[in-house]
C-alpha cells in the first residue's frame, strides 16, 4: 500500500487555460531583449536571478495579465481541489508570476486550499520548484504526487522519485518509450481520484 500524504499541482492546462497569446509574449521579449531563443523554458534557466530573468518575466507578466479575464476552468477543478484539501496536503507550482496565480486561485476561491504556492519568481525551473515545495513541506518523496499536463512536470517529479501523473490532454503519453514506474496518465482532472484509490491497494504503473 502507498500512502500518499502531499499533493503538488500545476496551474495552467492542469486548473485553468490562461488564454495567453504566447506567440506575442515571445516575440516581445525577443524584441526587447535581442535574444532568438527556440525554448522559453531554457531561456528563464539560462537568466534565472538576474536583472534580466526579471525583466523578461515582467514582460510576459503584461500578456498574462490581459489573458486573466478570460481565465477558463477546466474538468470542475475548483471542487476538485476543494474535496482534496479535506483529504491531503495541497501545493501548488507554476511558471505563471506570482501576481498570476494568486489573482486566478483568488477567482477560482481556492486559495486557502494550497499550503505552498511556487511561481517563477521563486524558482525558474519546475524541477527547483519541486525541490522547494518538499524541503518547505517536509514529505517524502513516495508520499508526494505531482499532477500537470506536460512532460517536464513528469520528468521533474520522477527526477525527485516522487509519484505523478500525467493530464495528457494533448496526447503526449505517447512519446513516452516504455511504461514507466510511479507515473499515471489520465485524460482529465475528474480521474485523479480513482489514481489515489488505486495506489492504496497496490504500486501503479504506466501503460
Not at 475548483?78 to 477567482?107: F, H, M, N, P
Request: hydrophobic share 40%.
Amino acid at each position: 500500500m502507498v500512502k500518499i500524504k502531499s499533493l503538488i499541482f500545476d496551474l495552467d492546462e492542469t486548473l485553468v487555460k490562461l488564454p495567453v497569446d504566447w506567440p506575442s509574449a515571445y516575440e516581445e521579449v525577443r524584441k526587447r531583449t535581442g535574444r532568438n531563443f527556440t525554448s522559453f523554458l531554457n531561456l528563464l534557466a539560462e537568466l534565472w536571478n538576474t536583472d534580466e530573468y526579471r525583466k523578461v518575466s515582467k514582460i510576459i507578466e503584461s500578456f498574462e495579465l490581459y489573458a486573466l479575464d478570460n481565465v477558463q476552468v477546466l474538468d470542475n477543478s475548483k471542487e476538485i481541489i476543494l474535496k482534496l484539501s479535506g483529504k491531503y496536503s495541497l501545493s501548488l507550482v507554476t511558471l505563471q508570476g506570482r501576481r498570476i496565480a494568486e489573482e486566478v486561485l483568488r477567482k477560482l476561491g481556492i486559495r486557502k486550499a494550497f499550503k505552498q504556492v511556487i511561481t517563477r519568481d521563486d524558482a525558474a525551473t519546475r524541477l527547483m520548484q519541486l525541490q522547494i515545495i518538499l524541503e518547505k513541506t517536509g514529505f517524502k518523496p513516495e508520499e508526494t504526487m505531482v499532477i500537470g499536463d506536460k512532460l517536464n512536470d513528469v520528468e521533474s517529479a520522477l527526477k525527485l522519485k516522487c509519484w505523478t501523473v500525467l493530464i495528457d490532454r494533448r496526447n503526449r503519453a505517447e512519446l513516452l518509450k516504455k511504461p514507466v514506474e510511479k507515473l499515471f496518465i489520465i485524460k482529465n482532472l475528474n480521474e485523479l481520484e480513482e489514481v489515489l484509490h488505486s495506489l492504496k491497494q497496490e504500486k501503479g504503473l504506466s501503460g
